[in-house]
């Protein structure tokens, strides 16, 4: 009599719990039913429509400014310094005199090589009038013009060694800093002072040999440098006669004016050369990419239903060229036209729903500033 109450009650509650854990399967299997019904909420992204475009037909290089004349100029003789008619960073012109040595013993040896010269020109002049009359005999002629020819290249000898005893600025340009001070003696050789010309300045690059074909002298070239906000014009000026055959590039010279001075030899510049016509592509952001291994793809966003504010998108695999500002080239896998997704791709899943939002769109340009964007 006393275990009947409490089957009764051990059978109530296994009933109970039955119809909970039945009433909670219906309610766990309708949320997955529905959550596979609802997917994720759709990203909100920016598009950019595929275009045809004109580029510019350039390729681009690092390139080093070098001085059109540059000269490390050096005292040619030997001798103490008597004067310095120049002072560091100067401009000079061509012919201006730079530096000078005592020359007081060159100029006293001048001196008697100068009268000596004038005795054996008299001499000379006597001897030629004696054979005239055929008073002397052919061996004091001889003799007498061997001396006046020893006697001029003395003195010319000596005229040279004072020139050499000066530095002139064989150009017009900027010197550098002195290397030497007054009252220092200095051998041949020894270097005084830098001269360099800034205007025109060459550019100097290579580039591979494959563009050798599209390259001629006076092609146009955009030099931009460091710390300057526009870039400076120049020409291609010269084309090497040969290939590397290390490197397989050819080397080439631009020249640019620097009227003001602005640009110095030395400095590293990036170089943009035109090769030709400008090329016909079709160009998107370069944001719209994503890059992987296997290939690069783009998101495609398909047309919308109509009344309906998501739009579903497709992978598209596609072949990528080069790049120009914010845009790239598409080789193959898209046409002109077709709508790309252009931010956010890394968030995004094949055939997924997003929400096109123009309004927040960075844009994309040819031309960005700054350059690296």
Do not use: C, H
Request: aromatic content about 4%.
């Amino acid at each position: 009599m006393q275990k009947k109450p409490l089957v009764i009650s051990l059978g109530v509650t296994i009933g109970v719990i039955v119809i909970l854990g039945f009433i909670k399967y219906q309610q766990i299997s309708a949320a997955i039913a529905q959550s596979r019904t609802m997917g994720p909420p759709p990203t909100t992204v920016t598009s950019f429509v595929a275009e045809a475009q004109s580029w510019p037909n350039t390729i681009s290089a690092s390139a080093s400014l070098a001085a059109s004349q540059g000269a490390m100029l050096s005292a040619e003789e030997m001798g103490r310094i008597s004067n310095i008619a120049f002072t560091s960073g100067q401009l000079v012109e061509k012919g201006d005199v730079l530096l000078e040595m005592d020359t007081s013993v060159e100029a006293a040896q001048l001196k008697g090589a100068k009268a000596a010269l004038s005795l054996a020109s008299i001499n000379a002049k006597r001897q030629r009038a004696l054979r005239a009359k055929n008073a002397n005999a052919p061996g004091d002629l001889d003799d007498a013009e061997a001396t006046l020819r020893e006697s001029e290249a003395e003195v010319a000898r000596l005229s040279a060694v004072l020139d050499r005893k000066r530095v002139i600025a064989p150009f017009s340009g900027r010197l550098g800093i002195r290397l030497a001070n007054v009252g220092e003696t200095v051998q041949a050789g020894t270097n005084i002072v830098s001269l360099n010309s800034f205007d025109p300045l060459f550019v100097n690059f290579s580039l591979p040999q494959q563009v050798l074909p599209s390259l001629e002298t006076k092609a146009s070239v955009s030099v931009n440098v460091g710390g300057f906000d526009t870039p400076f014009e120049g020409t291609l000026t010269a084309i090497e006669s040969e290939v590397d055959q290390k490197t397989r590039t050819i080397a080439l010279q631009a020249t640019v004016l620097n009227p003001k001075g602005e640009l110095r030899p030395g400095m590293f510049a990036e170089v943009d050369v035109s090769l030709g016509k400008p090329i016909d592509v079709i160009a998107i952001p370069a944001s719209s990419v994503s890059y992987a291994p296997y290939g690069d793809r783009v998101y495609v966003v398909e047309p919308g239903a109509e009344g309906k504010e998501t739009r579903a998108i497709r992978a598209q695999t596609v072949v990528t060229g080069e790049r120009f500002g914010d845009m790239i080239a598409i080789q193959s896998g898209l046409k002109a036209g077709e709508e790309v997704v252009s931010s956010a791709t890394f968030m995004l899943r094949p055939n997924a729903e997003v929400l096109v939002n123009s309004e927040i769109d960075p844009g994309a340009n040819l031309t960005p500033n700054p350059e690296d964007t």
